[in-house]
């Protein structure tokens, strides 16, 4: 078995990042991302540390340690503890840190475990997945995955319309060689491994873009090119963007190579979708992005809670109903989360969360979230601004001035300007916009979902036929 190799070292492994116009020749220190890095080798440490590793580790058949993502569920335990472990990193980074690997490892997992059932119809795919899974457990490599298409046109549904996206140009008895790009690539700087699929169902003409690769970041050929960082070096200041900008980026390939072991759909509409919508990876990663959200939503309502709280403001009707429909965001995601996990049944021996309790979460959660920060904006009102430009201010001449001015009703000026800057970065800053954005649409178009969820409701004729059976 392969030595696993040190993050911080893999990081030094000629990967093409670029951004501001240059390329990044030493990321582990690039100001844009060296706070991201250092949050992410914390959060492994964590697996090494003997008072944490039993929450985020499980002992593997062949007698090692792995990180529970890897972990193949078999009963509620299996859940639960699965659970625990993607919450305990989420609660680290106040949720906003989406692309932790667990989302991707999810989807390996759900495959590999899966893997059965589509070796008879496609063979080789059991051995490929199987080698990948067991390569990215065992040598605890981060990855991310990438499934949508350039925005070059959308209202183009010619070829000229679909230039530009990834496909494989040439191949030969090693391998194959890729051409064009993917988005949105979140957290590709920072990880090991990429996993590039169709977002959508492939059409037969469109059999060229009907492809599953597994890509590393270091592959030659391959640009990633990085949005703007929202990464202030000012800890105290931004405490959340100086840490947890997890970056989003765009994959651009110019004939890069991949060994035919990495490819695991070769231009297969029906395949590529079939795994796409595979039960098990889809529940399985389905239930990560679902106990993220609840981690992201309890830290809504302690800064929602504690604004109020620092400014007097529990004293009004008003702001208590507001700090409820928090609370009830919050409490509405995690019944949902435990019901799926209670009402968990077995698919091909993997013990799967139920998908309508799921599905309901993250819709709601497209909505919840956005509401969720208004309210905040609401609580906070004009005391959002109400704060010195740094926290190094209380160290100046005009201290004394501040230290009286803006104290909360128990706490400190400072530590009030503190929380409120803490909210500001989560509702105002880059940062703060871009995770709106993200939770708005990281599950698709939610007019699609909503309506994918109507369509898929399995109880519509029953409750008809109840209705119905009342009027007679």
């Not at 625990?84 to 989406?98: E, R």
């Not at 105290?236 to 100086?242: A, I, K, Q, T």
């Not at 704060?387 to 009703?409: A, C, M, N, Q």
Request: aromatic content about 10%; glycine content about 4%.
């Amino acid at each position: 078995m392969s030595q696993a190799i040190p993050y911080i070292q893999r990081l030094h492994d000629d990967r093409n990042v670029w951004i501001n116009g240059k390329k990044v020749n030493n990321i582990e220190h690039h100001p844009a991302f060296k706070g991201t890095i250092r949050t992410i080798q914390s959060l492994l440490n964590l697996q090494k540390n003997e008072e944490t590793k039993s929450l985020l580790m499980y002992r593997t058949e062949e007698g090692t340690d792995a990180h529970l993502s890897f972990l193949i569920p078999r009963t509620h335990e299996d859940l639960q503890k699965k659970r625990i472990a993607y919450q305990y990193w989420a609660d680290q980074t106040f949720g906003v840190m989406s692309r932790l690997s667990e989302y991707s490892r999810s989807l390996i997992t759900g495959w590999y475990a899966n893997r059965a059932e589509h070796e008879s119809s496609h063979p080789g795919f059991s051995e490929k997945i199987a080698h990948y899974y067991q390569q990215s457990r065992d040598l605890d490599l981060l990855s991310t995955a990438a499934g949508h298409d350039p925005q070059r046109n959308r209202s183009n549904i010619t070829k000229k319309g679909k230039e530009g996206l990834l496909r494989i140009t040439r191949r030969n008895r090693e391998g194959v060689f890729l051409s064009g790009a993917k988005m949105i690539a979140t957290a590709a700087p920072y990880v090991d491994e990429l996993l590039l699929f169709s977002f959508h169902k492939r059409s037969e003409s469109e059999r060229e873009f009907a492809n599953v690769f597994v890509v590393p970041v270091h592959a030659k050929g391959l640009h990633i090119v990085c949005r703007e960082s929202f990464a202030y070096d000012h800890p105290v200041d931004y405490p959340l963007s100086s840490r947890f900008d997890e970056m989003d980026a765009v994959l651009i390939f110019d004939e890069v190579f991949l060994p035919w072991e990495r490819v695991l759909v070769y231009e297969d509409p029906e395949f590529s979708w079939k795994l796409r919508i595979d039960r098990a990876a889809s529940l399985l990663s389905q239930h990560q992005t679902v106990v993220r959200l609840v981690s992201k939503l309890e830290s809504v309502v302690a800064i929602g809670n504690e604004l109020a709280e620092t400014a007097g403001a529990t004293a009004f009707l008003h702001v208590k109903e507001k700090l409820a429909e928090l609370i009830i965001q919050l409490e509405t995601i995690k019944a949902l989360l435990i019901a799926s996990e209670h009402h968990a049944q077995l698919y091909n021996g993997v013990l799967l969360p139920a998908p309508n309790f799921l599905t309901t979460a993250r819709n709601l959660g497209t909505r919840f979230y956005p509401r969720a920060l208004e309210i905040l904006q609401q609580i906070g009102a004009g005391g959002l601004l109400q704060v010195p430009s740094s926290i190094e201010e209380f160290d100046s001449p005009i201290r004394s001035f501040l230290h009286e001015y803006y104290k909360g009703t128990y706490s400190s000026a400072k530590e009030r300007t503190k929380l409120i800057k803490l909210a500001w970065d989560l509702i105002g800053s880059p940062l703060g916009a871009r995770h709106e954005l993200y939770e708005r649409f990281y599950s698709g178009d939610p007019v699609r979902t909503y309506a994918a969820q109507y369509h898929s409701y399995q109880h519509k004729q029953r409750l008809i036929d109840f209705a119905y059976e009342v009027l007679k």
